[in-house]
């Protein structure tokens, strides 16, 4: 298996522009997880799924991030108008089982100028 | 989930055993110590995890002491690839568990030629 998989693996935007992140977890992976990594927060779950469905979304900031998984092979996060703080590492990281052990993918590093 | 207190640096001399201290005295009996790394610039990487035993792979060994209050993560023979931050996590794991891995800010192992 190719492990987790993110594109793009770099984004630069300007303010106020829509950016959609990618995710395509290991198959037969149920859970779906999406993180975000900054320098003052460090790693933080965002959402995370269970076949495909939303399970906790505590942690998306607001209401300009949103998230979707319309099959079990992929999953966006988008984020819609983009701001200077959401500059950041994104990750998305899957598993077999709750409690079991999550495969990160790359990430992505997005900047909005 | 439990929180856990790490050193946030520490150095080892390659060729050495890397010792990385974790305390979580507020476990509960339930929750598992689970160990992530994260390589500059890659995602998190699943080490190991234990209950109460000690546990080991061909990765690292995990030592829980008695009273489940702290555990220490032990990497034999340190490598320079080892230089990584280290998390310590603790969370429930089997069917209660939300699947939420909470990072905190880790150690900061350097290890030196």
């Known amino acids: 298996d190719a492990g987790v998989i993110q594109s793009p693996r770099h984004e630069v935007t300007e303010m106020g522009q829509e950016v959609t992140l990618r995710c395509k977890p290991i198959?037969?992976?149920?859970?779906l997880f999406w993180y975000r990594q900054t320098m003052m927060r460090g790693l933080e779950l965002l959402i995370y799924?269970?076949?495909?469905?939303?399970?906790?979304d505590s942690g998306m900031p607001e209401d300009r991030f949103s998230a979707k998984m319309p099959n079990a092979s992929f999953s966006t996060l988008k984020i819609q108008p983009s701001e200077p703080r959401d500059s950041a590492v994104y990750f998305c990281?899957?598993?077999?089982?709750?409690?079991?052990?999550?495969?990160f993918g790359p990430g992505t590093r997005l900047t909005v100028l | 989930d439990a929180k856990t207190t790490q050193p946030p640096s520490m150095d080892c001399a390659e060729g050495r055993a890397a010792n990385l201290p974790c305390n979580h005295s507020?476990?509960?009996?339930?929750?598992?110590v689970y160990w992530y790394r994260q390589i500059h610039s890659q995602g998190p990487q699943y080490i190991i995890h234990g209950l109460k035993n000690n546990e080991t792979n061909e990765m690292a060994s995990l030592i829980i002491t008695e009273d489940r209050k702290s555990s220490t993560l032990i990497l034999p023979h340190a490598t320079l690839r080892d230089t990584a931050v280290y998390y310590c996590i603790v969370r429930v794991a089997g069917s209660s568990n939300t699947g939420k891995l909470i990072f905190g800010q880790g150690t900061t192992l350097q290890v030196k030629p």
């Open positions: 198959s037969g992976h149920d859970y």
């Open positions: 799924f269970n076949n495909n469905v939303p399970i906790d």
């Open positions: 990281a899957s598993s077999e089982l709750p409690g079991g052990e999550q495969f």
């Open positions: 507020t476990i509960s009996g339930n929750e598992y």
